[in-house]
């Protein structure tokens, strides 16, 4: 036979075990999240230590994120032809060995190497997780419980890894904010080789698509580079040449995959109805949750004058929340359906911003942030386990690796657009306001004040935005049904 058909081994033999991998796929999605945000607040430290300088320093992050984002339509296509379970063992180990190198790390410059390699690592980990869960379970309730907790790791991670970060760094230094994936990295390998479905992999193996690899891997790592340099430096023609060459890119690819015999994408995938709203979403999705941690560690730091692990902590409003409904989130899915309950979290989001958004210098966290931090992460658990939910329904087994590349991208991408967005406009809101009030400096409390605010009315209007879609663009249940 051409294709290894599936078997009883596919899947573990018991409940437990299945659940148990489940905690494995989850615990590798949490590395891969807090080392997109939660190092943030490590980053003076990692500065004073390995002597950055202050353009320098944001390539700790740029360099992860680039990586990571540029290569997920690439990892998910990988995970589809070469087999779920071997590429997730493959990415835990690489992304487990680079977290210790960067801990280890003696210079700016090696550091930055390692994050470009662990980035690799998590766009091969990320989505073979997320396809994973698909694979594992059923459509209907065991899915949408599993990719329930999916969207607490997701919404909570970043918070999580905030306090994490801010802990470990101030008591042990911000090395061993990277060693701790190494008991986590362990974990996910210890269960995964034992219980992860052995999915079939074709002795005839397939195409694989060079070109389109080569295309859209170039074209979206020259995007997010773009992006980050908009958000680091300002517009300027460097910024407008980058994204004209990722636009390139991304033209050729589309060109490459209409005739494409074995196309990175598969057409059949992009083809439905709820996956192509699941990416429209998500990259709205991703626009404001990436810029609201942005925008508020600021605020909170630089004009409350909040300590980091006070920060840290501060974000436990919305990670609570977001935890409890996304593991509650299939109850009220199977009860209510996808798109009330998607709608729901787009609304409660939508307020948050919108109340974000009025925040002034003499501000206080009770007041002024605690309230929006618990409805947002209210919506955020409501929110990322349906638009999953949604966008894997019609999805075949054979190409959920492709579509978690898909879905993750999206949100990545949007994350990155949001972070552009809101440097971009707290910076001239920020300028505006020092210009029409004398004796105020672009970094004095009340500038940054104005800027962050009115950065906040932008997410809030894409949050609006997202929610009108969401009404739009969703089919009801009873559609659904027809």
């Not at 396809?131 to 918070?159: C, D, K, Q, Y």
């Not at 630089?302 to 593991?327: E, F, K, M, R, W």
């Not at 007041?367 to 992460?377: E, H, I, Q, T, W």
Request: charged letters at 10%; proline letters at 3%.
């Amino acid at each position: 036979m051409n294709v290894i058909a599936e078997n009883k081994q596919a899947l573990p033999q018991t409940g437990n075990g299945k659940w148990l991998a489940l905690a494995a796929l989850m615990v590798a999605q949490f590395m891969v999240v807090i080392d997109i945000v939660g190092l943030n607040v490590a980053l003076p430290s990692i500065q004073r230590s390995l002597h950055f300088s202050n353009s320098s320093l944001e390539w700790v992050m740029s360099a992860y994120q680039i990586a990571f984002g540029g290569c997920l339509l690439l990892g998910g296509r990988i995970a589809d032809l070469f087999g779920r379970k071997r590429m997730f063992l493959i990415g835990a180990a690489a992304f487990a060995t680079t977290s210790l190198l960067c801990g280890l790390a003696p210079t700016a410059l090696s550091l930055i190497l390692f994050r470009v390699i662990q980035g690799l690592a998590a766009a091969i980990l990320s989505p073979t997780s997320l396809s994973s869960v698909t694979r594992m379970f059923p459509e209907g309730r065991e899915r949408n419980i599993a990719l329930g907790i999916w969207g607490a790791v997701f919404g909570a991670g970043g918070a999580i890894g905030s306090l994490l970060s801010g802990l470990i760094t101030t008591t042990l230094g911000w090395q061993w904010f990277f060693f701790l994936n190494l008991p986590l990295g362990f974990f996910a390998l210890l269960i995964g080789p034992k219980l992860l479905p052995a999915d079939p992999i074709a002795e005839k193996r397939q195409g694989f698509d060079i070109a389109g690899a080569a295309t859209v891997s170039l074209g979206s790592g020259l995007l997010l580079y773009a992006l980050s340099t908009a958000s680091g430096s300002g517009w300027n023609w460097n910024v407008f040449l980058l994204l004209a060459a990722a636009l390139i890119l991304w033209v050729s690819f589309i060109l490459i995959q209409r005739n494409a015999s074995f196309p990175l994408v598969p057409k059949a995938v992009i083809r439905i109805a709820t996956m192509q709203v699941g990416v429209v979403i998500g990259i709205l999705a991703g626009s404001y949750h990436f810029s609201m941690f942005f925008l508020l560690t600021l605020y909170m730091q630089d004009v409350l004058h909040l300590s980091a692990i006070q920060t840290s902590l501060g974000y436990l409003a919305a990670a609570l929340p977001t935890i409890v409904c996304a593991n509650l989130s299939s109850r009220f899915i199977r009860r209510f359906g996808v798109k009330s309950v998607l709608v729901a979290g787009q609304l409660l989001v939508m307020l948050s911003l919108f109340y974000l958004s009025r925040m002034h210098v003499d501000g206080t966290y009770m007041y002024d942030l605690f309230p929006a931090l618990l409805v947002g992460g209210i919506g955020w658990g409501l929110l990322f386990p349906s638009i999953n939910i949604m966008s894997f329904s019609r999805v075949e087994k054979s190409q959920t690796g492709s579509a978690a590349g898909i879905i993750t991208m999206s949100e990545q991408l949007g994350g990155a657009i949001g972070l552009t967005l809101a440097a971009t406009v707290a910076a001239s809101r920020a300028a505006d306001y020092a210009r029409t009030h004398s004796g105020f400096a672009i970094h004095t409390p009340e500038a940054m004040t104005a800027g962050f605010s009115g950065t906040f009315q932008l997410t809030a209007a894409l949050a609006l935005l997202g929610f009108l879609l969401s009404i739009l663009l969703i089919p009801s249940r009873r559609e659904e049904q027809k």
